[in-house]
């Protein structure tokens, strides 16, 4: 339940109520639980009302992106806001919807990125650098920018988009790891 718009302006009570009243009577009933939020939590908070929530930017509101655990085995999972419910990753599993430049990810760039980000090269790489307990979310990978006249990586999107109905293709994904080397 994320009480902001598009534009990650927090709902007022009153909209909230009026808009979505199914939710703001669910957040009245947690409104005990929700008010025993540490200092911190609610001085990062955006906004004043009592169901203010932390850590909300421009990247919190997108079409397409890719979410990944933080810790144990690096898993990614492609993210589509299109259709119907629209997910927003929460702690333990971080996530990209932008470039470096502030820019949303298309479809396929995300697509790309979860491909990349499910190599057992990748996972080794995050096992050698980091803590098992936590993954720095500012990796330092070599991932090129992806281009839509990229032959390379247009052919990493078709073979990502096969795993994500078979991930346990070893084939395919022998395939994924040679074109991301190459």
């Given amino acids: 339940l994320i ?5 990650i302006k927090i709902y007022s009570e009153v909209t909230l109520s009026e808009k979505f009243p199914k939710a703001y009577e669910y957040l009245l009933l947690q409104k005990d639980r929700i008010t025993q939020q540490s200092s911190r939590s609610k001085a990062m ?3 004043e009302e009592f169901y203010a929530l932390s850590k909300l930017g421009k990247y919190s509101v997108f079409k397409y992106g890719v979410a990944f655990r933080d810790n144990s085995d ?3 999972a492609f993210i589509d806001n299109t ?5 927003f990753p929460v702690k ?7 470039d470096k430049k502030g820019n949303k990810l298309s479809k396929d760039e995300a697509i790309y990125l979860t491909g990349i980000l499910n ?9 050698a650098t980091y803590s098992e ?4 979310i500012n990796f330092d990978i070599r991932i090129p920018k992806f281009k839509d006249d990229n032959s390379i990586q247009k052919e990493m999107v078709r073979i990502t988009k096969k795993l994500l109905v078979n991930p346990s293709n070893e084939e395919l994904l022998n395939n994924l790891a040679e074109e991301y080397i190459q």
């Avoid at 259709?83 to 997910?87: L, Q, R, T």
């Fill in 74 to 76: 690096m898993k990614a």
């Fill in 133 to 136: 307990r936590s993954y720095s």
């Fill in 92 to 98: 333990h599993a971080p996530y990209i919807s932008m």
């Fill in 45 to 47: 908070s955006r906004g």
């Fill in 83 to 87: 259709k119907g419910i629209k997910y």
């Fill in 3 to 7: 009480p902001y718009d598009d534009q």
């Fill in 119 to 127: 190599l057992s090269i990748i996972n080794q790489y995050f096992k």
